[in-house]
């Protein structure tokens, strides 16, 4: 079941299962490391931007961003 990144509380784990936007925007998230696939977790989450830790860094994402962002429940393979 997938649900977007503006959905998940803080302190859940979840892994990105893909992004519902134009391809820079795409590109630009996967820079930043977000890439389908990727273990994402919610440092904070409220009506303003979404922080993330993703492959050992902090990723501020904004509201509207994380609400194109699916992501699945569970961290296995």
Known sequence: MTRSLSEVP???TVRLAGVDSDRRT?????????TPGVEVTVLQASRGPVLVAVRGARVAVGHEMAV??????????
């Open 10 to 12: 803080r302190g859940e």
């Open 26 to 34: 795409v590109r630009r998230l996967a820079e930043l490391g977000l």
């Open 68 to 77: 194109n962002m699916r992501v699945s429940t569970g961290t296995h393979s």
